[in-house]
Structures are given as structure tokens and as C-alpha cells.
């Protein structure tokens, strides 16, 4: 239910029975009044008439006169609430009365008695003319014997009326009052929701809520503080990373509690973006921002990031951590065989040190000669060579396929791109090999880059531990893993990366057996993207350009007069 229809109900509910009970009582009270009034009118005018000349000469006569009777019907006659006067002998014989055909007859209502026993009282009965309140006063000679009374009433139906009216007046009073509460109701619900910013309340409630939950689920902590410079915010991940061990600081003065973020500052407009900072020897990076409503700062907001997960992102996201494994395994991979060597030549086993060079020159020459000859890009060359090293030092055999060709610039991906793309499938396919019931058996790596001028292709088959169908379909959502929480981000970068440059993605697998991934880029990159077959290079110098010339131009074009292996 909306705010104004909870206001509106809850005026009608509350305004509606303090108005029924006080006009209630007031109308009670205005009724007993009104009877009151007419009790007192009664009694004045039967008090006038009896004690007036005219109406004691008119009972010693037993005659009214005609002056007497015009003033009695004059009384009648001004709507003073008097409808009967009845001027009655001792006998209770009247001698006068409106209706002029019940004057000599009886008087009508049985409570003449005490009257006619000198008693002055107000009373109720049946009359000639219908139900009356009356009242009796005695009429007295001058010698004080008395002579009759005087009965003056009025109709109980035109009392009904009065007291219908007093009621009626009461009764728009309580309308009139009840509308302007509601209209009251109504501006007052208006303002209130215009504090709330448009918001019902249950809806600023749950936005609330959800905006609690939206922040403790970030990554990165945030802490807010108002024009004051008192905390106003903190999430989760903020609670973590400041070591406040879930302990609540608002209220608190920021500068007490982190005088590093120096936020005071940016109360004044200043804007602060990735400063390295140590906060309870913890390593983090933050950005400071003010809050504004319009041109007005109320607030400021601290953004905190973890510095070794920050890192660690870069380095992945970028290939560096790719690239230093691989010089990493040709490092040991070649102290290795140094080793052997020198071994070999301080036992002065001559022969045999000869044909392991010789050996290892072979193996390495087939390998290095293809990715020499095939792989233009340097960079994507000294990383498959690495993987093929550090693969040998883990017992997997991993092939490069020999119809594999890449010039130095790629169309369609960059240097960086690439570093992701094959640094991660290929660290995955390692997973899925040491991840077999059966260690010991040789598992195999089998990779295939290659680009013409109208697309690329990359492929990748391992002998891993494979995929059931149902992990195989879910390897195209985001955040699926088989390896538990937090791991993965190898496999959602590379699908990231092929979303965004518009490819495609298949997995075929088999669980037990491997599983083969194909990667196939067709759109190039915006440098790129006017290069027709067979077109010489924008740039002819990029070759021996730094890494920067692979954004900046493209080198040779791709050779198209081959297709990929079969």
C-alpha cells in the first residue's frame, strides 16, 4: 500500500473516531441545551401569561377578550418554539386555545393535576394537537385564591426537528473537519515522499537493503564519509582490507581512524586516482573522490583495492606472468643441460657429451626451427617456446604443428591478446593432464596458430582429464570453473577476449579422453581493417620496432597461399 493511501486510512481511521466520539458528545450536549433553552422559554412564558392582569381578568370573567386573544395568537405566531397556550379554569375547562373549537371542552393530558393544586412543573403528554412538552403554571387572584393555569407547550415532532438540525450542523461540521484532515493527509504524505525523493517507504527500505548487499558483494572496499568527515559507509571488503575485523566505524571521525586517506581533502573538490598506501601493514591502492548533490559537496568516498591482487590481475590480464614462466623454463630447461654437459666433460665422457649436444640440438632445432620459421610475432614465439620447456620438465609432450604460421603483427589480435589467448589454454591444458586418475602416463599438447588474410585460427587439443556434457556446455557462461572458488580467470579472460573481438569459441571433449578448443577470429583490428589481400604494410619499419609498433601500424601481411593443416 502507497503512502498516501496508508496516511489517508490511518486519517480516516483515527480523525474518524475522535470526530464520531467528540461530536458525539458535543452534539449530545448541544441537544441537552437546546431542551434546556426551550425547558427555560416555556417556563418564562407560561410564568409571563400567568402572572399578567389580562389572563387573571380573563378567569374571573371566564371570558377571554379580544385583546387577549390577539396577543396570545401574536405569541404563537412569532416562531418563538411555543405551539400551544392553554389558559384552563379549575374545573380544567378551557377558555382558551388555538383551535378554537376546544375552547369550553375538557384539557387534554391527564398531568393538569398538580397545576390545578397551585404547582408550577414541565411535563410531556398527548394533546389535541399531537405529543407536546409543556409546561404548567398556576394563575392566582390578587386575594391569592386560585383561579386556573396557564399550560404553554411545544410539539415534540417540532422539537425533533430542532434537535435534526443541531444534528445536521454537527454532522457537515464532522464532513468538513474530516475533508480538510484528509486533505491535510494528503499534503503532508506529498511532502514526506518528496524527502524520500519520489520513494514509497517499503521501496526506500528494499533499496536500502539491496544496496548493502550490492556492496558488501564487491571485490573493493569502499568508505564514505559526509560533509562532516564522519563515516557514513563501509562494506565488507573495506572492513577486510583496513583490518577492522567486521568492527563498525560510523560515526566515527575518519581522520581518528585513517589518517593516511587524508578524505578531508577532497571534501574541498580534489580527486585522487590509484595512490599506493600501506594501512595496517596492508598494501593498497585507492582513488578518493568527492560526492556531490548538484554543484554542492556533501560527501566523499574512498575506493580501496587490494595491491597484490591488483597485481596479480595485470600481470594475467597482460601476459606478463605467461612470458616470465616461459623465460623462466628456458632458463632451467638450459641450466639443465649445461649441467649435463659439464657433467659429462669432468668425466672426461667426451663421446657421450657429444651426442647429447648433439641430441638436444636436434630435438630443439625441430621445435625451435618451426616456431622460428612459422611464428612471426617474437614475443608469442619466446612463450611457446617456454611452454614447450616447462611442459618437457612436467613430462607432457607438447607439439607445435608445423603447418602453424603468424606474421610479426597480427590482423586480428594484438601481441597482448595473443600472450592471453595461447598462455591460457595452454596452462589449462596442463591442469587437465596433471589432473588425470593415471600420473604417469605421457599426456600430450597438440597447438595450431595460424592466420591468413582473412582470418585467424587457434586450436588446442590435450589428453587431459576432459569434460562431461554438461561442464562442456557450462564452459561458455561467465564464471564457470571446474578447479573451485576463485580459480578459472585464465578461461573467462580468453572467452572475454573473443567476445569482445567479436569470434567464436568450441569446445568438443570427452571426459577421460581430452579435450580440443577452437578459437577463430575473422574481424581485424581497426589499423588493419582496410588492408586488402597481397596489400604492402602501412608501416615497413615495424619489424624492428618496439612492442608499441604492434598497435601502432601493422608489419607484414599475413600469407593466405596456404590453408591450415588438416
Given amino acids: 500500500m502507497k503512502l498516501l493511501a496508508k496516511i489517508m486510512w490511518l486519517d480516516v481511521l483515527v480523525a474518524a473516531a475522535m470526530l464520531i466520539l467528540s461530536m458525539g458528545l458535543a452534539a449530545r450536549q448541544s441537544v441537552d441545551l437546546l431542551e434546556s433553552d426551550l425547558d427555560e422559554n416555556l417556563r418564562n412564558v407560561a410564568q ?7 389572563v387573571v381578568e380573563a378567569l374571573e370573567k371566564n371570558s377571554v377578550s379580544p385583546e387577549l386573544d390577539s396577543y396570545l395568537s401574536a405569541i404563537l405566531d412569532s ?9 384552563a379554569d379549575m374545573r380544567a375547562v378551557r377558555i382558551y386555545h388555538p383551535v378554537k373549537e376546544s375552547v369550553g371542552q375538557p384539557f387534554i393530558g391527564g398531568d393538569e393535576g398538580p397545576a390545578l393544586r397551585g404547582e408550577h412543573y414541565a411535563s410531556k403528554a398527548m394533546g389535541t394537537l399531537g405529543f407536546q412538552k409543556r409546561y404548567f403554571y398556576p394563575v392566582f387572584a390578587a386575594d391569592g385564591s386560585q383561579l386556573g393555569f396557564v399550560h404553554v407547550s411545544m410539539l415534540m415532532k417540532n422539537l425533533e426537528i430542532l434537535r ?3 444534528l445536521q450542523v454537527h454532522l457537515q461540521s464532522l464532513v468538513l473537519v474530516f475533508l480538510i484532515g484528509a486533505v491535510a493527509a494528503a499534503f503532508l504524505a506529498a511532502n514526506i515522499k518528496r ?16 544496496r548493502g548487499e550490492i556492496m558488501d558483494s564487491l571485490e573493493e572496499g ?6 562532516r568527515g564522519r563515516v557514513i559507509l563501509q562494506n565488507e571488503a573495506a572492513s577486510r582490507m583496513l583490518g577492522l575485523d567486521g568492527r563498525d566505524i560510523s560515526g566515527s571521525d575518519v581522520d581518528d581512524c585513517f589518517p593516511q586517506f587524508k578524505l578531508k581533502e577532497t571534501l574541498a573538490g580534489l580527486k585522487d586516482h590509484n595512490r599506493a598506501m600501506a594501512v595496517n601493514e596492508r598494501n593498497i591502492i585507492c582513488d578518493r573522490l568527492p560526492v556531490r548533490s548538484g554543484k554542492e559537496i556533501i560527501g566523499a568516498v574512498t575506493i580501496v583495492k587490494d595491491r597484490s591482487e591488483v597485481t596479480r590481475l595485470a600481470e594475467q590480464i597482460t601476459g606478463f606472468n605467461h612470458v616470465l614462466d616461459a623465460l623462466r623454463s628456458n632458463t632451467h630447461e638450459f641450466m639443465n643441460q649445461l649441467h649435463v654437459i659439464l657433467g659429462l666433460l669432468q668425466s672426461e665422457e667426451y663421446d657421450e657429451a657429444r651426442r647429447f649436444i648433439t641430441k638436444i640440438g636436434q630435438v630443439q632445432g625441430m621445435t625451435v626451427s618451426t616456431v622460428a620459421k612459422n611464428i612471426g610475432n617474437r614475443v608469442l614465439a619466446a612463450l611457446i617456446l617456454g611452454k614447450v620447456n ?18 610479426r603483427h597480427s590482423l586480428f589480435l594484438s601481441t597482448q591478446s595473443l600472450i592471453t589467448v595461447v598462455g591460457n589454454l595452454v596452462e589449462n591444458a596442463i591442469e587437465a593432464i596433471n589432473g588425470r586418475a593415471d600420473p604417469e602416463s605421457e599426456g600430450s599438447i597438440t597447438l595450431l596458430v595460424y592466420e591468413s588474410s582473412q582470418s585467424l585460427l587457434i586450436t588446442l587439443d590435450d589428453t587431459g582429464v576432459g569434460l562431461g556434457p554438461e561442464e562442456a556446455e557450462g564452459i561458455h ?81 599475413a600469407r593466405d597461399d596456404l590453408g591450415p593443416p588438416a
Fill in 195 to 210: 524527502s524520500l525523493l519520489g520513494f514509497e517507504p517499503h521501496q526506500l527500505a528494499s533499496s536500502f537493503l539491496k
Fill in 477 to 557: 557462461k561467465d564464471g564457470f570453473t571446474t578447479k573451485g572458488p576463485g580459480r578459472g580467470t585464465g578461461l573467462g579472460l580468453v572467452r572475454g577476449l573473443v567476445q569482445s573481438s567479436s569470434g567464436e569459441f568450441s569446445v568438443e571433449s570427452e571426459k577421460g579422453v581430452g579435450t580440443s578448443m577452437m578459437l577463430t577470429f575473422t574481424n581485424k583490428r581497426p589499423a588493419f581493417a582496410g588492408q586488402s589481400r597481397g596489400a604492402q604494410p602501412a608501416e615497413t619499419a615495424a619489424e624492428d620496432a618496439d612492442e608499441a609498433a604492434d598497435e601502432a601500424g601493422p608489419g607484414p601481411p
Fill in 79 to 87: 416562531r418563538n418554539n411555543i405551539d400551544v397556550i392553554t389558559i
Fill in 222 to 227: 569502499l568508505l564514505a564519509i559526509d560533509e
Fill in 164 to 166: 435534526d438540525k443541531v
Fill in 48 to 54: 409571563l401569561l400567568a402572572t399578567s392582569q389580562p
Fill in 390 to 407: 616447462r611442459c618437457h620438465e612436467l613430462g607432457i609432450r607438447m607439439t607445435v604443428q608445423p603447418g602453424s604460421l603468424i606474421p
